[in-house]
């Protein structure tokens, strides 16, 4: 395995590492109930997608 011959600068590493960064999840309300969901997802407290209840949800 080929091992670099110099040591990269501070700089260097950090223009690599520039991509690395987590970004935060979007979330959006669900219009049923309001409540924070993944976009393109189930809501998992009303069960509504797209306007129509597609899992069925016990109710406390």
């Given amino acids: 395995m080929p091992n670099p011959k110099r040591r990269h600068s501070k ?4 223009k690599r590492r520039t991509h690395d960064a987590l970004t ?5 309300r669900c219009p049923q109930c309001q409540e924070m969901k993944l976009p393109h997802q189930v809501c ?3 069960g509504y997608y797209n306007g129509r209840q597609v899992r069925a949800v016990k109710e406390d």
């Fill in 11 to 14: 700089s260097r590493t950090s």
């Fill in 24 to 28: 935060k999840v979007q979330s959006t």
């Fill in 44 to 46: 998992g407290n009303c």
